[in-house]
């Protein structure tokens, strides 16, 4: 996860030395992390376990991630795109050992300026799950299930920014999504505090929370997401 975070904070100073096209227009590289909280439950067929799991269980477990943002943005219109993905197993819950597989999600989303602080915006975020299911049964059974989906969810949101002095803002983001189209149900609400280190850089520090509830399939081929995602994120913005 450093390595991933330093080579994207690297890409960051290397776009920002080279020259705007297009003049008016402010581009913006964020790569940030998040301490992850997940708490719900998934299910492959007939297997279905707990998700229980705290930042130290999540980075003991993590395999790789990455998470970043990019936007471009003339002032009236703009465009967001925002891409996270974690590979991790999940702690042992009853008679489940392991919980793995991967977890992604992917946004595009176009904002429009409604007020001198106040962005609305609407587009689609791509859900990626990966689950893997083991355990032993009451009986002393092997169980084991594994089954992946993706899947489109629509969204709108508005997004907030509030100067508090010359060196620190406030942002507060958050949308709703799915509508059934996707998932039954995603929510998502991200505020941070930005801190001025430069005219073109950033601190970034804030508490994200996503929600999102999905099911398909029945009977062997059932699946279902139903988790709550929530931590502290930390990024540094590039602007130029």
């Given at each position: 996860m450093r390595l991933t975070f330093a080579c994207m904070a690297a890409a960051a100073l290397a776009l920002a030395a080279a020259p705007s096209q297009a003049e008016g227009w402010a581009f913006v590289f964020e790569p940030y992390f998040m301490a992850p909280y997940m708490d719900g439950s998934t299910s492959v067929g007939p297997v279905t376990a707990r998700v229980s799991s705290t930042p130290s269980d999540v980075f003991s477990n993590l395999n790789?991630?990455?998470?970043?943002?990019?936007?471009?943005?003339?002032?009236?219109?703009?465009?967001?795109?925002?891409l996270t993905y974690m590979n991790l197993e999940a702690s042992r819950d009853g008679f489940i050992d392991t919980v793995g597989g991967h977890q992604g999600a992917y946004s595009a989303t176009a904002l429009l300026?409604?007020?001198?602080?106040?962005e609305a915006y609407?587009?689609?975020r791509v859900n990626d799950l990966g689950v893997k299911i083991s355990g032993t049964g009451p009986l002393?059974?092997?169980?084991?299930?594994?089954?992946?989906?993706?899947?489109?969810?629509?969204i709108i949101g508005m997004r907030v920014n509030l100067p508090l002095s010359r060196t620190v803002d406030l942002t507060m983001l958050a949308d709703v999504g799915g509508f059934g189209v996707g998932s039954d149900i995603s929510v998502q609400a991200w505020p941070s505090?930005?801190?001025?280190?430069?005219?073109?850089?950033?601190?970034?520090?804030?508490?994200?929370?996503?929600?999102?509830?999905y099911d398909s399939?029945?009977?062997?081929g059932f699946f279902e997401y139903d988790v709550l995602t929530h931590g502290p994120t930390l990024g540094v913005q590039f602007r130029f």
């Open positions: 790789w991630g990455a998470m970043g943002l990019f936007e471009v943005n003339n002032g009236k219109f703009g465009l967001v795109v925002d300026r409604v007020e001198k602080h106040a609407a587009g689609v002393g059974n092997p169980l084991a299930a594994s089954g992946g989906k993706s899947w489109v969810d629509p505090f930005g801190f001025r280190l430069s005219d073109s850089i950033r601190a970034k520090l804030g508490y994200r929370a996503v929600y999102a509830k399939g029945s009977g062997l």
